[in-house]
């Protein structure tokens, strides 16, 4: 038994205070936050803004941004935040240590950088001849990672942006690239291939160059979709299709697969006051549902 896996079984039983009586804390299980229909099909990029906001794309319809505002209970309300400008479709969403927002244009073939403060927006990055980008993963040395899916022809490409935009196409040839992120100490990067079911890591050196390539784990049926790690590396990865979050440790071991009420979970995101509850978007249910979880996120907006 791993030690990750040992931790993940003790924590089993964490205790919270309430009303000042400790009570069993119930992980793992999921509930909804954001009911159905609020959200189109598109919804994806969940990411906690400094503002203790969730934020996620297609509020109603493609091409906007909608913010998930919390109440005491946890349960959320959502609202239009911004409609993007025309052409662009927003997918995966990112914050900087600064609070600006970044978000994935699929069909402008983009990076937006937004300012909350009054929603201004403008263009981060440009990648020249991407299919999309579709998710992002900010690492901690203020480098971008983009994932870049041809749909059609079933391949992919993995591109780089450095802290001032300029970005640069890390490798091709690759299966549907979806899924993207950062370990927590910044010198790992994952990328996962959503029709092969495939989830790659690579080591990252300090310029944000990769190497020894590597497959981390393999699925046999369902498809991929965004990821995220906590804070001490465990994957967590949103299987369309099979209605799951599975989580992998950082050496390839399958710890866990929590279930959800959706089958089509297309991204997860990490937030809460603790940063331990884990926040899925669904596109079957254009709802968003949430789960507890024993070790908080490498990023959670706190």
């Given amino acids: 038994m791993t030690v990750l896996l040992l931790v993940a079984?003790?924590?089993?039983?964490?205790?919270?205070?309430?009303?000042?009586?400790?009570?069993?804390?119930?992980?793992?299980?999921?509930?909804?936050?954001?009911g159905d229909g609020v959200f189109s099909a598109g919804i994806e990029g969940p990411a906690f803004g400094p503002?203790?906001?969730?934020?996620?794309?297609?509020?109603?319809?493609?091409?906007?941004?909608?913010?998930?505002?919390?109440?005491?209970?946890?349960?959320?309300?959502?609202?239009?935040?911004?409609?993007?400008?025309?052409g662009s479709t927003g997918?995966?969403?990112?914050?900087?240590?600064?609070?600006?927002?970044?978000?994935?244009?699929y069909?402008?073939?983009?990076?937006?950088?937004?300012?909350?403060?009054?929603?201004?927006?403008?263009?981060?990055?440009?990648?020249?001849?991407?299919?999309?980008?579709?998710?992002?993963?900010f690492a901690p040395n203020g480098m971008f990672y983009a994932s870049?899916?041809?749909?059609?022809?079933?391949?992919?490409?993995?591109?780089?942006?450095?802290?001032y935009g300029r970005a640069a196409l890390l490798e091709t040839g690759m299966g549907t690239t979806n899924g993207v992120e950062v370990g927590p100490k910044g010198d790992v990067l994952y990328v996962n291939e959503s029709v092969q079911r495939r989830v790659w890591a690579y080591d990252l050196d300090g310029s944000g160059e990769i190497s020894g390539k590597r497959l981390l784990i393999a699925f046999d049926d369902h498809g991929l979709d965004g990821m995220r790690t906590d804070s001490v590396g465990n994957l967590y990865i949103a299987?369309?299709?099979?209605?799951?979050?599975?989580?992998?440790?950082?050496?390839?071991?399958?710890?866990?697969?929590?279930?959800?009420?959706?089958?089509?979970?297309?991204?997860?995101?990490?937030?809460?006051?603790?940063?331990?509850?884990?926040?899925?978007?669904?596109?079957d249910r254009g709802a968003i549902e949430a789960f507890r979880v024993a070790i908080p996120g490498r990023e959670t907006g706190l």
């Fill in 9 to 34: 079984l003790l924590a089993a039983c964490v205790h919270t205070d309430t009303s000042g009586d400790a009570a069993e804390e119930t992980l793992h299980v999921a509930r909804d936050v954001v």
């Fill in 239 to 283: 299987r369309y299709g099979a209605g799951t979050v599975a989580v992998v440790s950082p050496q390839g071991e399958l710890l866990r697969e929590v279930k959800l009420k959706g089958r089509k979970p297309t991204n997860v995101a990490f937030g809460g006051p603790d940063g331990r509850t884990v926040f899925v978007t669904l596109q």
């Fill in 51 to 86: 503002d203790g906001a969730l934020y996620a794309v297609s509020f109603g319809r493609d091409g906007t941004i909608g913010r998930v505002s919390f109440d005491e209970r946890g349960d959320g309300r959502a609202a239009l935040f911004m409609t993007l400008p025309e």
């Fill in 91 to 105: 997918n995966g969403i990112r914050f900087d240590a600064d609070g600006f927002m970044y978000v994935a244009d």
């Fill in 107 to 137: 069909t402008a073939h983009q990076i937006l950088r937004i300012d909350p403060r009054d929603r201004s927006v403008g263009v981060f990055a440009t990648l020249p001849g991407a299919h999309q980008p579709n998710d992002i993963a």
């Fill in 148 to 163: 870049d899916p041809d749909w059609r022809s079933g391949t992919g490409q993995l591109w780089r942006i450095l802290p």
